[in-house]
């Protein structure tokens, strides 16, 4: 089975707070930067073959102190890019409150979506895709894969066959790791929103 450490990118001064989505130009800031610093200090040891992120800055730079440490460089997929957020990209969250179809988006994430955006269905399909096709590229071994926020929980949905509705109700923190094993026919939870000490065994 190949185990995949699934990281949330580390913090960002727009995160919390609105609909950043597929911006460029968004980095981390001072506490993101430590975080990021942090998350390297927890691989230490850690038999990494790979390391693959999101293609915007806010993943990659999580990615690099952590390829640095492994000295692997870092992989950009597409597949483990943020949820298109179409026209609710840039917006406030309290600015769509009176919206019904934000509420919508919240309570049934697997039939809606933000208005000129990306289902959540076709998100977690492209983050599995992705999941799938590094698992080919590694067998038996273990990557880092760091994404976004909704596409980790897309993807533990997928791990623990939960519908997409519920999915807000599993906890990914900025700078968590999840961990999962993944093999033919077989998929296996080792963590959620883990803050500490990486399962090794």
Same mark, same amino acid.
């Given at each position: ?133 590094? +698992? ?5 071994? !273990? =990557?880092?894969? @760091?994404?976004? *926020? $909704?596409?980790?929980?897309?993807? %533990? #949905? ?10 807000? +109700? ?5 700078? !968590? =790791?999840?961990? @999962?094993?993944? *093999? $033919?026919?077989?998929?296996?939870? %080792? #963590? ?10």
């Amino acid at each position: 089975m190949t185990r995949f450490f699934l990281i949330r990118h580390a913090a960002n001064d727009h995160s919390g707070h609105g609909f950043a989505g597929r911006t460029p130009g968004i980095d981390l800031n001072a506490a993101g930067w430590e975080q990021a610093r942090g998350l390297a200090s927890r691989f230490g040891g850690v038999p990494v073959a790979a390391v693959y992120s999101s293609p915007l800055e806010r993943a990659m730079q999580t990615a690099e102190p952590i390829a640095t440490l492994l000295g692997l460089p870092v992989t950009s997929r597409e597949e483990f890019l943020e949820l298109d957020t179409g026209d609710w990209t840039g917006r406030r969250f309290d600015s769509l409150e009176d919206d019904a179809a934000f509420h919508r988006f919240n309570s049934l994430r697997s039939c809606s979506g933000a208005p000129g955006g990306e289902l959540m269905l076709q998100a977690q399909a492209r983050m599995v895709a992705g999941l799938e096709a590094v +698992r080919c590229s590694h067998p038996g071994q !273990s =990557v880092v894969v @760091v994404s976004h *926020g $909704d596409m980790i929980r897309a993807a %533990l #949905a997928h791990c623990l066959g939960m519908p997409l509705d519920l999915m807000l +109700r599993l906890e990914v923190e900025m700078g !968590s =790791v999840s961990t @999962v094993e993944i *093999g $033919d026919g077989a998929v296996r939870v %080792l #963590a959620v929103n883990g803050t500490g000490r990486l399962p090794r065994g």
